[in-house]
Structure formats: C-alpha cells, structure tokens
C-alpha cells in the first residue's frame, strides 16, 4: 500500500497568536513573502524577525503573514530534519518578545502531483481572468488529492500550481501527533 499524505496548515483557533510577515535585520518586511513557499532553498542575508500581530497562546507550528510562511518551535522542527532531511530548509528566526527558539520552514521540494480528477474541485486561470502571469495554473483547489505515484522519495513539498498546500508524508504526521505538536492541523490527500 502506498504511504499516505496529508496536507498540513494551521489550526487556527481564537485565542492562539497571530503572526506577521517577516521583518528584516532593518525592521522592514522581507520584499517577497511567498519565497518562503515556493518549494525551493531560499537565500536569507541576516536573522529575520517575526513579529506578533495578534498576542495569544504560543503554537508550535502557524504559519506567518500574507506569504503563510510555517514557523515551527525547536521541539518539532527536529521531526523534520530526522525524517525529511532533504525535503526542508529550516532556518533560525526571532519571535518578538520571545526567548524560545523559532524556525522557519521551507519546503525545498515542488512536485506536479495534483490529481485533477480524483480532486473534488480544480479551477484554472483562464484568458478571460486577464491574469496572463497566472495562465494554466491552478485558482482553486478543492477536495485536493494527489497522485502517489509521481512523489518519489519526497515526505515534505509543496505541489506545483497550488503552493499553500504544505504535505507531509504519514510517518511525520504520526510524530508530530506523538509529540502533541500544537496548531497543527492535517487533512488526507
């Protein structure tokens, strides 16, 4: 039986924390905030900030500003780097008003896997959108499944076309559950 995939994204909950875009060593937001989702090794000159837009209960994983960049506590990023040492970029970020340590996780995978038809629901970009840097590419994904058969070896990226979609493998979902990871929040693919 093939392994099964899930898709992993925040619980979001009233009372948790809400994170912004982040900042760089000069206080001022990163220029791209979606590279950080982009399935692929991003270069960072300097220690990036995150700031708190939104105090409340610290998570160990969520996901930052308008780019939904996952930050991820020490404790569960070592998951990822023992079971996926290939599929991810970890790198160090401060969390405003906060001693513990931080990550920012980067998926360096992209692979085409999206199943269109076994999917509930798959929009594309259309002429008529008048979005021609956006033509082909998904617009709306619904009931996502992917096909196994075109991940390989990979247990964390990013599917090409709907890059919010961050999937993990079964195995790290497994752990992230037996260390009672909090804001996580998993869907099958």
């Known amino acids: 039986m093939p392994e099964r ?11 948790n924390w809400d994170l912004g875009d982040p900042l760089d060593e ?6 791209d ?4 989702r ?11 900030t995150i700031p708190i837009d939104e105090p409340g209960r610290r998570l160990d994983f969520c996901t930052a500003g308008i780019g939904a960049t996952p930050i991820v506590h020490v404790r569960i990023a070592s998951i990822f780097t023992e079971l996926a040492p290939g599929d991810v970029q970890l790198i160090p970020v401060d ?10 996780l ?7 896997c999206i199943d269109d038809k076994a999917s509930r629901e798959v929009l594309y970009w259309k002429p008529e959108d008048e979005r021609p840097d ?3 590419q998904y617009r709306a994904v619904a009931g996502m499944r992917i096909d196994r058969s075109k991940v390989g070896d990979a247990k964390v990226f990013r599917t090409w076309g709907w890059k919010i979609a961050l ?3 079964e195995d790290i979902k497994q752990a992230l559950e037996r260390a009672k990871a909090t804001g996580v929040r998993f869907r099958e693919v």
């Open 33 to 36: 905030p979606w590279m950080f």
């Open 26 to 31: 000069q206080g001022q937001e990163v220029e």
């Open 167 to 169: 999937i993990v493998s």
């Open 38 to 48: 982009a399935g692929r090794t991003v270069q960072v000159t300097g220690r990036l």
């Open 5 to 15: 995939f899930f898709d992993l994204a925040e619980n979001m909950q009233s009372g």
């Open 95 to 104: 969390i405003k008003g906060h001693l513990d340590q931080y990550l920012m």
């Open 134 to 136: 956006k033509l082909g």
């Open 106 to 112: 980067v998926a360096t995978k992209l692979i085409r």
